[in-house]
């Protein structure tokens, strides 16, 4: 099985702030690769699909770029709104693998 | 509006079983592929099991033998049978719609308790 590692786990910022997630796996993957955010007592919300494609509604300060073992999730501009836990997501030859997550914290 | 809702959760005792169901409204239900995913508490997302529009399934190691996957399109619905359930089974269950290699919709999930 492909294992997806998140880094960092946690993340201290502040509003305003460009922050950038990284997602490893173990073995290169093709382009289904996708982001959530996920607040406490919630469902998951999908971000960012193969790779780099927006979600519909998602704002546009979330972006996602990489290629073969390592992706990024970079938010340009950081929201009150968007302090949050983030998982990547791989999938390959009909299974799923999530990366252990990141908890984006207010500094 | 797409809206996925789960129910059947509950407490149960080690090596006991359950029956989740995952009702479906404003989608082609029949079209897409779908899937449970699991959050234990205080832990990150675990992927269980999907099933394809064509209804093949496929499970995560660990739930392969003690769960089962099951859609009925005439009824808009999935299904997750949960039997020999382990306190390490205890978790959130969110039903998910699949497209695109991701989770795009999710539900709001049903809870297992494994606890004697």
């Known amino acids: 099985d492909i294992q997806m590692t998140q880094s960092p786990s946690t993340l201290s910022a502040s509003v305003g702030d460009r922050v950038t997630i990284t997602c490893r796996a173990s073995?290169?993957?093709?382009?289904?690769l996708a982001w959530y955010q996920q607040k406490p007592g919630k469902a998951p919300k999908l971000l960012i699909y193969?790779?780099?494609s927006l979600e519909s509604g998602v704002p546009s300060r979330f972006s996602g770029s990489g290629s073969g073992t390592e992706f990024t999730l970079t938010i340009s501009s950081l929201q009150p709104d968007d302090f949050a836990s983030y998982y990547c997501?791989?999938?390959?030859?009909?299974?799923?693998?999530f990366g252990q997550g990141t908890k984006l914290e207010i500094k | 509006e797409v809206q996925l809702v789960e129910s059947g959760g509950g407490l149960v005792k080690p090596g006991g079983s359950l029956r989740l169901s995952c009702g479906a409204s404003?989608?082609?239900?029949?079209?897409?592929?779908m899937n449970w995913v699991r959050q234990a508490p205080g832990k990150g997302l675990e992927w269980v099991s999907s099933?394809?529009?064509?209804?093949?399934?496929f499970y995560a190691a660990s739930v392969k033998g003690r769960f089962t996957i099951s859609r009925d399109s005439a009824k808009n619905s999935l299904y997750l049978e949960v039997n020999s359930l382990r306190v390490e089974d205890t978790a959130v269950y969110y039903c998910?719609?699949?497209?695109?290699?991701?989770?795009?919709?999710w539900g709001r999930g049903t809870v297992i308790t494994v606890s004697s």
């Open positions: 997501q791989q999938y390959n030859t009909n299974s799923y693998t």
């Open positions: 073995q290169s993957i093709t382009n289904w």
């Open positions: 193969e790779v780099s």
């Open positions: 404003g989608l082609t239900f029949s079209s897409y592929s």
């Open positions: 099933i394809s529009s064509s209804s093949y399934t």
């Open positions: 998910a719609k699949g497209d695109k290699g991701a989770f795009d919709i």
